[in-house]
């Protein structure tokens, strides 16, 4: 069973939280925050936070933090904030403010099957049955 984050109506730039996300797709959730404690980028704040809500759930729903696995960043693009600025001779521009719709889903590390080691043969009897 997994666990689903929704952070909603983030001010900042969708195109800019993907830069991140795409780092943590598939990695161990407390690595993952560990990192995004440490990285300059703004978008790493708002992805730790996420992070965090996503093991407090998990937390909640008594599973072990230590073997989660990130299995999923999505950075959508949430509604656009439009404005009016003005400018010269009486005339305005449009500017867009961004917002962004975080989902993070968490689930538990899956056992990866090991394969059973290949015979390897030294000599060229072996070869020959």
């Known amino acids: 069973m997994s666990v689903t984050i929704k952070l909603k109506y983030?001010?900042?730039?969708?195109?800019?939280l993907r830069a991140t996300t795409?780092?943590?797709?598939?990695?161990?959730?407390?690595?993952?925050?560990?990192?995004?404690?440490?990285?300059?980028?703004?978008?790493?704040?708002?992805?730790?936070?996420?992070l965090l809500m996503a093991q407090a759930a998990a937390v909640q729903k008594e599973y072990n933090p230590e073997t989660l696995e990130i299995?999923?960043?999505q950075a959508n693009d949430g509604p656009k904030i439009k404005r009016m600025r003005p400018t010269a001779r009486g005339r305005s521009s449009k500017y867009i403010k961004h917002l962004a719709h975080l989902i993070v889903t968490v689930d538990v590390e899956a056992e990866k099957p090991t394969k059973p080691a290949k015979k390897i043969s030294k000599t060229n009897e072996d070869k020959k049955d």
């Open 10 to 16: 983030l001010r900042h730039s969708p195109r800019k």
């Open 22 to 50: 795409r780092l943590f797709n598939g990695k161990n959730l407390t690595w993952a925050i560990n990192q995004t404690s440490v990285m300059p980028q703004d978008s790493a704040e708002y992805l730790r936070k996420a």
């Open 71 to 73: 299995k999923a960043i």
